[in-house]
């Protein structure tokens, strides 16, 4: 059984960090596209970045240059580095392992 678990979510000022983790089970993260989405209140869930299987990452343009994403073969994790927050991050965040498997999300506060 596949199950994906995000954690590492909390309420951060503007201008803060956050790390969130995904760590899975059932599933190697080193063979598939993992991908890391959020949804705001009242907004669609969006894609924001992703990692393949070689390593190469993607960003959407809105957290280009503030967010990093990263992966740990050994521990079957996938990172996600948040940088220079603003209150529009504000979201549940969810990563997604291929095509069918999501986290339950983790919420991200940005607020002064």
């Known amino acids: 059984q596949v199950q994906l678990v995000e954690s590492g979510g909390g309420l951060v000022q503007p201008g803060g960090s956050l790390r969130l983790s995904c760590a899975a089970s059932g599933i190697s993260f080193s063979s598939n596209v993992v991908g890391w989405y959020r949804q705001a209140p009242g907004k669609q869930r969006e894609w924001i970045a992703r990692?393949?299987?070689?390593?190469?990452?993607n960003y959407a343009d809105s957290v280009k240059g503030r967010f990093t994403i990263s992966r740990d073969n050994a521990k079957n994790t996938v990172y996600l580095q948040m940088d220079s927050l603003k209150p529009e991050d504000t979201a549940v965040y969810y990563c997604?392992?291929?095509?069918?498997?999501w986290g339950r999300g983790t919420q991200v506060t940005v607020s002064s």
């Open positions: 990692i393949n299987s070689d390593g190469i990452t």
């Open positions: 997604r392992a291929g095509n069918f498997y």
